[in-house]
Structure formats: C-alpha cells, structure tokens
C-alpha cells in the first residue's frame, strides 16, 4: 500500500518560514520522481517544485523561485520543503505526489503524470 503522509502546514505572517514534509511508503522511491503541487480554494492544482528521481535536480515554478527549497533524505523516504519568504498567495492546501522515473524533466509540475497523492497539508500566510 502506497502511502504518502504530509505534515508541517500551518499559519504563517508574510515573511515567515515553513518546513514541510512528506513521508513515503509502500513503493520503491527511487524510482519516482517526487513533488510539492498546491491548491487554493477555486483554483487548478499547480507544480511548486520536483525533484527528478535520475540525478536529483530540482524543479522550481517561476513563483516560488529562490524562496522553496526542496530536498529528499538520504534514503528518499521523506521529502521537504522549505519554504521561506512566504507571501499571501502562497496559501493552499500543499500536497506531496510521486511520478514513475519514465516522465520526461519537461513534465515533472504537471500533475497528470503523477500517479500518488498525499493528503495534503494546510499552509496559510496571513498577516
């Protein structure tokens, strides 16, 4: 049973920090590319960042570009993201997803190759 477990959300001011974190189950994680994607209410799910399963190089949208960090465990059973700098919109539900390796680097923020779905974890920045 693949399982895929955020934590770390919360409610945050503008310019404050937060550290997610995704535990993975169930599956051979090396053979997934893994990725945050977020929701806010009456939007699509968008990429945030991905982290592609064949060398390790990150993915970043243009949004959260030099604010999000994200970054595996040595073992890559638990995914993170760093999140600093957070501004207003950046409040969504966060949710952590895994892709199988055949996904080509171009498509790793595109969630319908994403075949895994955390639950997703709360982050609200509010002043």
């Known amino acids: 049973q693949v399982q895929l477990v955020e934590s770390g959300g919360g409610s945050v001011q503008p310019g404050g920090s937060l550290r997610l974190s995704c535990a993975a189950s169930?599956?051979?994680?090396?053979?997934?590319?893994m990725g945050w994607f977020r929701q806010a209410p009456g939007t699509e799910r968008e990429g945030v960042a991905a982290i592609y399963a064949r060398d390790g190089r990150p993915l970043y949208a243009d949004s959260v570009k030099g604010r999000f960090t994200i970054s595996q465990d040595s073992a890559k059973t638990t995914l993170y993201l760093q999140m600093n700098g957070l501004k207003l919109e950046d409040t969504a539900l966060y949710y952590c997803?895994?892709?199988?390796?055949?996904?080509?680097?171009?498509?790793?923020?595109?969630?319908?190759?994403?075949?895994?779905w955390g639950q997703g974890t709360q982050v609200t920045v509010s002043s």
């Open positions: 997803a895994a892709a199988p390796d055949w996904v080509g680097w171009r498509r790793l923020l595109q969630t319908d190759d994403y075949i895994y």
């Open positions: 169930g599956y051979t994680a090396s053979s997934y590319h």
